[in-house]
C-alpha cells in the first residue's frame, strides 16, 4: 500500500483524495487543510484524518470542534509519496518541508516548471518520472492538450500545432473570479504562456497557443489546429485514432451535446462525482481534415482532468506499475469512459 498525503483539500485536491482512495494499491494518509470551513467538515464525515498547516491554525479546529490528527509536518512523516494542492507558488514553498523528510512529492500545474525534475503527464511521459523524487503533473490545459499531441504526433508526426483557448473565468466556488459580463483576451499578449507550458512535456514540439477567459464556470475549450507530418488517408483516420484515446471522449453528433451546459449535464446525469469529467471531450463532427492541417474542438474540464494524472503519477514515482498499468487501473477504479 502507498501511503499518500494531501496537501491542500481545495478543488484538485480533494478529487484527488478521492481518487487516491478508490486505488486498491494506496490509501490516503491524510489531508492538510488551512482553515475549519465546510469543505473541512466534509472531509471528516467522509473520513479523512484532519492535519492543520500548523499549531495555530490547529487552535482554530480545536474552537470549532473539529478533531485534527495533527500537523501537516507530521502528515508528510507518515506519508510514501505527499500530493501538493496548494494554490499556484504555495507548493514551491513546501518543497523543502518534502525534503526535509525525504518525502517524493507531486506538484500541480500553478507551480513553476522548476519545481519539479519533470512535468508529467500519464500518456505522454509517464517513464520519465520513473527516477525522479518531485513531478509536476501539469495543468489542465497543458493535460488536455499533451492527451490530444501524443497519439497524433506519433502516428502522423507533427509540423506545428496552433491552439486557441477559450478559458473559463473560474471554478464554482471561486466567488472573486471573472469577467462576469465580458470576454476578455489573456493574456492579450500572443502567444500565451500554454505552449511553453505544452513544451515542458514536449520539448521538442512546435506549439502557439492563444488565450481568451470568458464568464463560466463550465469548462475550457479548445479550438486546435495541428499541421501533421504526414497526410492521413481521411477523417475517419483520426476520428478512430482519437476513439481509441482512454481519456479522449469522442462526442458523436448524435448525442446533441451541443455546449459543455449539455456535457456537464451528462456527467451528472451519469452519477460522475461533482459531475467530474475526467477525459478531453472532442466533438466527433469538429474532426476535419484539409490536407496535412488537422482541426478540432476539444472541452476540458478543468476541476478534473488532472485528478487520474495525479494517480497515476503516484505510481510513477513509486514504480511499481507501468504506465499502462497504471493508466488501467485508474480508469477502472474511477470509472473513465462513459
Ligand atoms: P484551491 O484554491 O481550490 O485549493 C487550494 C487549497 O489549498 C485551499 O483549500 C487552500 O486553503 C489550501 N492552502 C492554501 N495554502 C496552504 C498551505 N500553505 N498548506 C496547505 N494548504 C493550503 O486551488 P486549486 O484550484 O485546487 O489549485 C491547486 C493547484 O492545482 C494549483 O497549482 C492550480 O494551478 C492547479 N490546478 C488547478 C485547476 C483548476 O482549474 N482549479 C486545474 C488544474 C490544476
Known amino acids: 500500500m502507498i ?6 483539500y481545495g478543488t484538485i485536491g480533494k478529487r484527488v483524495a478521492d481518487a487516491v482512495r478508490a486505488q486498491p494499491d494506496m490509501e490516503v494518509c491524510g489531508v492538510g487543510k488551512v482553515r475549519p470551513d465546510y469543505v473541512a467538515v466534509n472531509a471528516a464525515e467522509a473520513g479523512y484524518p484532519l492535519y492543520a498547516i500548523d499549531g495555530e491554525y490547529a487552535a482554530q479546529f480545536h474552537e470549532a470542534a473539529i478533531e485534527v490528527a495533527g500537523t501537516v509536518d507530521e502528515l508528510v512523516a507518515e506519508s510514501d509519496v505527499m500530493i501538493d494542492a496548494t494554490p499556484a507558488g504555495i507548493g514551491a514553498e513546501n518543497r523543502p518541508l518534502y525534503e526535509r523528510h525525504d518525502t517524493p512529492a507531486l506538484f500541480q500545474g500553478g507551480e513553476d516548471a ?9 500518456r505522454a511521459n509517464f517513464e520519465e518520472a520513473a527516477d525522479a523524487d518531485y513531478a509536476r503533473v501539469v495543468s489542465c490545459n497543458t493535460t488536455g492538450l499533451s492527451r490530444l499531441v501524443a497519439p497524433l504526433s506519433e502516428t502522423c508526426g507533427i509540423e506545428k500545432v496552433r491552439a ?16 462576469i459580463n465580458d470576454v476578455l483576451p489573456d493574456p492579450v499578449t500572443i502567444p500565451s504562456h500554454h505552449g511553453p507550458d505544452v513544451q515542458t512535456v514536449f520539448p521538442e514540439l512546435s506549439v502557439e497557443t492563444i488565450g481568451l477567459t470568458v464568464p463560466t464556470t463550465m469548462m475550457h475549450v479548445h479550438a486546435v489546429n495541428v499541421t501533421l507530418e504526414s497526410e492521413p488517408d481521411d477523417e475517419a483516420e483520426i476520428r478512430d485514432l482519437l476513439a481509441a484515446e482512454d481519456r479522449i471522449l469522442l462526442i458523436p453528433g448524435y448525442a446533441n451535446m451541443d455546449g459543455t451546459g449539455a456535457l456537464k449535464d451528462m456527467a451528472l446525469d451519469a452519477g460522475r462525482p461533482r459531475g467530474d469529467i475526467w477525459e478531453n471531450a472532442v466533438w466527433e463532427e ?10 478540432c474542438l476539444q472541452a476540458i474540464h478543468q476541476e478534473s482532468d488532472v485528478v487520474p494524472e495525479n494517480v497515476d503519477a503516484v505510481r510513477a514515482l ?3 506499475l507501468s504506465g499502462a498499468e497504471s493508466r488501467a487501473l485508474t480508469n477502472e477504479t474511477l470509472g473513465i469512459g462513459f
Open 164 to 179: 486557441t483557448l477559450v478559458r473559463r473565468g473560474g471554478d464554482p466556488d471561486q466567488t472573486s473570479r471573472g469577467p
Open 3 to 8: 501511503r499518500v498525503g494531501i496537501n491542500g
Open 286 to 295: 469538429s474532426v476535419t481534415l484539409s490536407g496535412r492541417d488537422l482541426y
Open 114 to 122: 522548476t519545481v519539479a525534475e519533470v512535468s508529467f503527464n500519464s
Open 318 to 320: 513509486t514504480g511499481h
